[in-house]
């Protein structure tokens, strides 16, 4: 190429929930059945949608309106409506304008990064939900900044960590927080928020707050909304339909801004991010139009807390079986659907193996498992190899701690056991190696 092609930041691009399938992918070719564990996808997991959701949905398909572009920002009756659910929190006030919908979070969040100026910086929590991570770090072509998420409390946010590296480095414009968190399944307790917008309001920065689980809680948690905390520091709320309804398919997320008028350079930055879904024309229509007869019928009420249960559920027959094993670090979980399972620092060994009773797996995972590699990327690929079971390495969620990721979701109990005895056992085996 006559000039250099491809941008410094492009580097930061992975997705290693997706890239781990690419390995289960071929060992299930060879004959093994795979538990995936990789990805939060309910329905992938057999959730069903009741039938008078699909029957909502079929109506709008079958009027011929649901076809057209949309207004660029969204439907405004739908806009209106999420407004409306979120001044019900009592908390901040917002209407339609201050609202924005984007074709997935995921689409979302590769704005809201895309537009801040390349030297200004927003952390994020450690372990990182990659679509952040990756996005601010291409923005910036540097690899991510991160506050740690403690395990050894909880999973919550090291305050002292955040509060001394937003001092420090005066290029941090914004704080991001995931609640409930992906990838620990944490929920933040209401007087963390808070001091999170108190350092926000001290050092003049802007929030960022991933909420799409902000209704999928379990087990007597209950999660605080953004709104409900910022007072009036300038923030964003990123939603969504994927997980909660959930239509990940739809692909359907939204902006809500909170404070712009307390900030003329963040006003301007929430019209930048308007602006840029208008050179898109628009985002998908139909799940825009499917939201708030679903989320606004009585009956999702009803339907999410059964759903929420079920999860909670899981979350306590996962902790049955593996909080037990004295190498790990385990943290039952109160939201979203992933557990994140940490083995204790120095027992992970690159000498450690399952057995693989297939040759021709063996050798695929032997030929995988590069000596400089991380030690929980290692694990994972003997895990697939020996059990069949497709986990995450926290690594790759910008993490130098070694664990794994797992969901909540297998629907099936009788599944949902074997699969998480199968881990257990590959880890007493792999340890014991
Ligand atoms: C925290 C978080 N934010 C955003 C997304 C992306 O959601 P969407 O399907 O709306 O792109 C996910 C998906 O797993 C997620 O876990």
Redesign the pocket.
């Known amino acids: 190429m006559r000039q250099q092609l491809l941008s410094e930041g492009a580097s930061e691009l992975s997705y290693e929930i997706r890239e781990i399938v690419k390995k289960a992918e071929q060992i299930k070719k060879l004959g093994k059945e795979i538990f995936w564990e990789n990805i939060?996808d309910p329905i992938q997991k057999h959730h069903a949608l009741p039938d008078w959701v699909r029957q909502i949905v079929a109506d709008l398909s079958m009027q011929n309106d649901s076809y057209s572009y949309c207004p660029s920002k969204g439907i405004l009756e739908t806009r209106a409506f999420l407004a409306n659910q979120t001044n019900s929190l009592n908390g901040v006030r917002i209407t339609a304008e201050d609202i924005c919908l984007f074709n997935?979070?995921?689409?979302a969040?590769a704005k809201v990064y895309q537009y801040i100026t390349p030297t200004s910086r927003v952390i994020g929590p450690s372990p990182a939900?990659s679509?952040h991570s990756s996005a601010e770090a291409a923005h910036a072509s540097h690899e991510p900044l991160t506050y740690k998420l403690d395990p050894d409390n909880k999973w919550y946010p090291d305050l002292d960590d955040l509060y001394n590296k937003v001092k420090y480095n005066p290029n941090i414009v914004g704080i991001l927080i995931?609640n409930p968190d992906?990838p620990t399944g944490m929920v933040y307790p209401l007087e963390t928020l808070q001091r999170i917008v108190a350092l926000a309001r001290e050092f003049k920065l802007f929030l960022i707050c991933?909420e799409?689980?902000i209704n999928i809680t379990y087990n007597g948690a209950r999660a605080y909304a953004l709104a409900e905390v910022i007072e009036d520091v300038p923030g964003i709320s990123?939603k969504?339909i994927?997980?909660e309804l959930p239509w990940?398919g739809a692909?359907c997320?939204w902006m809500e801004y909170y404070n712009r008028g307390k900030d003329e350079d963040f006003n301007r930055f929430c019209q930048a991010l308007d602006n840029a879904k208008m050179i898109e024309v628009c985002s998908t229509k139909l799940p825009q139009l499917a939201i708030p007869k679903i989320l606004g019928d009585p009956r999702f009420k009803t339907y999410r807390e059964a759903t929420n249960q079920k999860i909670g559920k899981r979350s306590k027959i996962i902790a049955d079986i593996l909080h037990t094993v004295p190498q790990l670090t385990f943290n039952e979980t109160f939201g979203a659907f992933y557990n994140t399972i940490i083995f204790r620092k120095g027992i992970l060994k690159p000498i450690q193996k399952m057995k693989i009773d297939h040759p021709g797996i063996r050798s695929l995972v032997e030929g995988w498992v590069l000596e400089d590699m991380p030690l929980d990327k290692r694990f994972v690929y003997y895990l697939l190899g020996a059990k069949g079971v497709c986990v995450v390495p926290i690594s790759s969620f910008c993490s130098e701690l070694h664990g794994f990721r797992v969901t909540l979701l297998e629907e099936d109990e009788d599944t949902l056991v074997k699969t998480f005895t199968a881990i257990r056992d590959g880890i007493v085996e792999y340890l014991a190696s």
């Open positions: 939060g997935g979070l995921g689409d969040i939900y679509t995931i992906n991933d799409i689980y990123m969504g994927s997980k990940p692909r997320g």
